[in-house]
């Protein structure tokens, strides 16, 4: 009998609510699942952005050093002519150009020296971005990925690409114990340049919303004291002014790679 009156007790109470959770304990859950589902979001999105940052660095450091791999190989080669008749050497000197010969193939099929000019190499931004030849670019719109290291070979085939996203490159040249960026030094002394500083500035693809960089330190080679430099890149620093003063360029991570290259073949 007693088991019998529990029973109806307990059926009267779920039946009248006076088991359920009160409104008090119902707000307090919901709270807490906000809160749980609050830091969960954070975490993913800060994880998220994270990954992002990280993705854009390794993408600009590889392409970084595949550019400065390829024109080190290249431009370190420049002038190599075994025959010493072929007539290899610098062509251009520019601070946004570098043109060179050398005679890689110096032999014939049948073993007698071979005097003819194989390759005509030529390392710059596109003509029509940056059309005077200062290196940086001046005719693409702000917003879009800035256009690529060009190659051009006197073979033909047009303009190749070497690395992507590039703002700016500097040719810097050692004549006697000076660097000179100035062609019109440079281009008069063409056979007495011993060695190439280049310096390239590389932007990522996409803006992070939460990066906000600094550009003071953007310099090439001629803006650094451990060179001395007889004239200074005065186009590059004006083009760092230019998106400085543009808020949304502070968003993109930028990288900047100088490299001094030996030029073995030059001045023996």
Known sequence: MRKKRT??????????????FTLVELLMALLISSFVGAAIFLAYRTQSRTQ?????????????????????SEVRMAGFDPTGEAGAGIVKAQPGLLQFTLNRKYKTASGADDTTLDEDLTYCIAAKYDPNRVGVVTAYPPDAP?????????????????????????????????????????????ARIKAVTVSLLMRAPFPDPDFNGDMDTLLPASKLST???????????????????DKRQGHYRRRVAIATIQLRNMNL
Do not use: C
């Not at 029973?7 to 359920?20: D, P, S, Y």
């Not at 940052?53 to 595949?66: D, G, I, S, T, W």
């Not at 070497?162 to 008069?188: C, Q, S, T």
């Open 227 to 245: 060179f001395k430099v007889h004239d200074k890149n005065n186009e590059w620093t004006k083009y760092v002014n230019k998106i400085k003063a």
């Open 7 to 20: 029973t109806e007790k307990g059926v009267r109470m779920l039946l009248t609510g006076r088991a359920g």
């Open 146 to 190: 800035p256009p690529a290291l060009a190659r051009e070979s006197g073979a033909g085939g047009g303009p190749q690409p070497v690395a992507n996203n590039i703002e700016a490159l500097e040719f810097m040249y050692l004549i006697d114990d000076r660097w000179y960026v100035d062609p019109a030094h440079a281009g008069k002394n063409l």
């Open 52 to 72: 992002n940052a990280q993705e854009q660095l390794v993408e600009l450091q590889e392409n970084v050093r595949a550019a400065m791999v390829t024109i080190t």
